[in-house]
């Protein structure tokens, strides 16, 4: 995307323009990807994306861009590969003994919000100030405990002299809220450790778009607080967009409301959101499977893909496999392509050993 800077976008095209040169095939997997607003990077982004074996979007936003802004072929929708990454176990039931809140927050959120402020520190001070109002509300209503979690940790400084580090706004969350209850905060720098504080949630509220992905895929009750697309179009494609808030812009009462709302009513209706969340887990699993079905089927796609000069559209190929996994598709110069379904192909190598032209 060229958001932040069309530069992000080149920085990205780079890496892949080396595989192009020098004839390596690659496949994009798992991404969100533009828009691109300026003329150059799309360009360049449809020429080096073009040339792809494949490529899955993780959310529907970036699918409809590239199928029908870029006109992209070989595009799939599956959820983020991430869903595949924990063994860890959520919650059982209905805790006996109060909820466990997790909350991750990023120190970049608060750039998203408070509009009307234009000193980057006030808008962050405004943000813990209002976030700490929230959590305090909640640990003296529902008896809570809380448990800070961070997700992305690094140097103290980061880019462009800010840091990235999610301790930085956990930590002053948890001063603001000293004697307020029981709170703790996680400052390990382990994924494991950092994984398994997730787990013993009952209900997560996430920032960092893979901090809510691990606690989803735990069945856990989670609320997204989300300031980019990508995060948004991930839990519409979970059917989840109830359990998520767009945080740009929002001044803050408003979002002081909604963040109460929404968690009120997962704690009042707790045992049918955890069987929401179960059921969102259980199909992101599988559907996110087509991430390795591309990937473990790559060198199939390498030849279609490398000898699409030879191909002529005769469709021996579509007729010759035995898992009806090759469909022969028209593309934008008229001509007909086969096409793979990976939901449906097994390797086998049949259409290979069919081919007239080889």
Request: aromatic share 6%.
């Amino acid at each position: 995307t060229d958001r932040p800077s069309p530069i992000y976008t080149i920085a990205h095209i780079y890496s892949l323009l080396l595989a192009r040169i020098i004839g390596k095939p690659y496949i994009v997997c798992s991404q969100t990807i533009g828009p691109f607003r300026n003329r150059v990077t799309r360009l360049l982004a449809r020429f080096i994306l073009r040339y792809a074996l494949a490529i899955t979007a993780r959310e529907p936003l970036t699918y409809s861009y590239l199928t029908e802004e870029l006109k992209l072929e070989n595009v799939y929708l599956a959820p983020d590969i991430a869903f595949l990454s924990s063994i860890a176990v959520g919650p059982s039931g209905h805790p006996t003994d109060g909820f466990t809140v997790g909350l991750n927050i990023s120190p970049l959120i608060s750039n998203y919000m408070f509009p009307d402020v234009g000193d980057s520190e006030e808008r962050r001070r405004l943000f813990i100030k209002l976030l700490s109002g929230v959590m305090s509300h909640i640990l003296r209503r529902y008896g809570c405990r809380l448990r800070l979690i961070p997700h992305v940790t690094g140097p103290s400084r980061g880019i462009g002299g800010e840091s990235r580090d999610d301790r930085v706004v956990l930590r002053m969350i948890y001063d603001e809220l000293e004697g307020e209850g029981d709170v703790e905060l996680i400052l390990s720098e382990d994924p494991s450790t950092i994984g398994e504080a997730i787990s013993t949630c009952d209900i997560f509220i996430g920032s960092r778009m893979h901090s809510a992905i691990r606690a989803i895929e735990m069945g856990i009750p989670t609320i997204m607080l989300a300031y980019s697309g990508k995060a948004i179009g991930t839990m519409r494609l979970l059917g989840l967009s109830d359990y998520v808030i767009d945080i740009r812009d929002k001044m803050g009462e408003e979002l002081r409301d909604m963040i109460s709302i929404k968690l009120g009513n997962l704690i009042d209706n707790y045992e049918e959101a955890l069987e929401i969340f179960r059921e969102a887990s259980r199909e992101a699993r599988e559907y996110a499977k087509l991430h390795l079905k591309i990937i473990g089927g790559w060198r199939l796609l390498s030849l279609l893909k490398l000898r699409e000069g030879r191909c002529m559209g005769c469709g021996t190929c579509a007729a010759a496999c035995p898992q009806n996994a090759i469909s022969m598709t028209l593309t934008g110069s008229g001509v007909y392509r086969p096409r793979i379904d990976f939901d449906r192909c097994v390797g086998c190598g049949m259409c290979i050993r069919v081919c007239p032209l080889n």
